[in-house]
């Protein structure tokens, strides 16, 4: 069982950077692969970034490639996302998951076992 919960969404400027923090509870983390979906106002839920159970492999939605950073921290059962040059289209909740994961590649198709209750990003223009 793991129980998440994100924190770091505001208000910010187009232009501006902002880091997301989603912080797991257990002593299981670094059997996780994780990630971070968005969910804007009247659009299905989409795929942001994952990163696998060590760090070491990353896989970021096209929309996101260049601008964002998905990282963890497995000493403090700690993901983040690091936001940059953020647009008014990437306003939305945010949502970090995790689903097991024993390889170090990433599934990009995975279904998340556990899911948080989201932070809001708003990005004015």
């Known amino acids: 069982q793991v129980q998440l919960v994100e924190s770091g969404g505001k208000l910010v400027q187009a232009g501006g950077s902002l880091r997301l923090s989603c912080a797991a509870s257990g002593r299981t983390f670094r059997s996780y692969a994780m990630g971070w979906f968005r969910q804007a106002p009247g659009k299905e839920r989409e795929f942001v970034a994952a990163v696998n159970w060590s760090g070491g492999r990353t896989y970021y939605a096209d929309s996101v490639k260049g601008r964002f950073t998905i990282s963890r921290d497995n000493t403090k059962n700690t993901l983040y996302l690091q936001m940059n040059s953020l647009k008014p289209e990437d306003t939305a909740t945010y949502y970090c998951?995790?689903?097991?994961?024993?390889?170090?590649?990433?599934?990009?198709?995975?279904?998340?076992?556990?899911w948080g209750q989201g932070t809001q990003v708003t990005v004015s223009s």
């Open positions: 998951a995790a689903y097991y994961s024993d390889t170090y590649d990433i599934n990009p198709k995975a279904p998340y076992d556990y």
